[in-house]
């Protein structure tokens, strides 16, 4: 089964280079270059994974996990950071926010499938 995953960055060339990744390795990837845009999409079409930049205007990456993580129908979606942030407070706040696996631009794709793929790993 393919796999959906949500990619969220407000850097047009950071989105598209992220879903290229995940799309080379089979995943079916929608985007979202804001979080308010994001939790549209999700009410719509609800994604296996979701990888998110932190740092975005209107609605940051952490907040956009809280809310998730609050609410019920979305609380098990994984949600990946990546991002620039790259200091070990940075990381252990997101990790209280729910975050599931945290990657620090420039990451590989590599890096990156692993990343989805452990996180959605027990969602089969």
């Known amino acids: 089964m393919i796999k959906k995953v949500l990619v969220i960055d407000d850097v047009k060339s950071e989105l598209q280079l992220i879903s290229h990744y995940l799309e080379q390795a ?37 907040e956009l996990c809280r809310k998730l993580k609050k609410d019920p129908a979305t609380a098990d979606i994984p949600v990946i950071a990546c991002t620039t942030k790259d200091r070990k407070m940075d990381r252990s706040w997101a990790k209280k926010q729910g975050v599931a696996s945290y990657l620090v631009k420039p990451c590989t794709a590599k890096q990156l499938v692993d990343a989805v793929q452990f996180a959605t790993f027990f969602k089969r």
């Open 26 to 62: 089979g995943y079916s990837v929608t985007t979202a270059e804001n979080g308010i845009e994001a939790l549209k999409k999700i009410k719509v079409d609800r994604p296996d994974a979701i990888v998110t930049d932190l740092v975005m205007p209107e609605l940051t990456g952490l």
